[in-house]
Nanobody, 124 residues
């Protein structure tokens, strides 16, 4: 199976930046893509960003377009989420996940393996 370990969360002031990392181990060759989701208290889990292993193509939620970027380092088996111009509404637990099915990229049901989550808190 795939194991995912996340890091980089923390407390930041509005307008600041954070970079989240997700290092994968195991049989990652079976996955189509790596994605980031987030969940705030009392809210549904929502899609943030995804990067495809095959061609490095990416997709983003409308709420983060122009502010967040996703990238990968194959040598380190790591995916990054660079978050700029952070807003209080970005506050959530962020999860990385490995996509193993052909479901649409923003559907969490297409992701089988999930990290433990890392807290991102953006102060006003």
């Amino acid at each position: 199976q795939v194991q995912l370990v996340e890091s980089g969360g923390g407390l930041v002031q509005a307008g600041g930046s954070l970079r989240l990392s997700c290092t994968a181990s195991g049989r990652t060759f079976s996955s189509y893509a790596m994605g980031w989701f987030r969940q705030a208290p009392g809210k549904e889990r929502e899609f943030v960003a995804v990067i495809n292993w095959s061609d490095d193509s990416t997709n983003f939620a409308d709420s983060v377009k122009g502010r967040f970027t996703i990238s990968r380092d194959n040598a380190k088996n790591t995916v990054y989420l660079q978050m700029n111009a952070l807003k209080p509404e970005d506050t959530a637990v962020y999860y990385c996940a490995a996509k193993i099915s052909g479901r649409v990229y923003y559907d969490p049901r297409g992701y089988r393996y999930w990290g433990q989550g890392t807290q991102v808190t953006v102060s006003s």
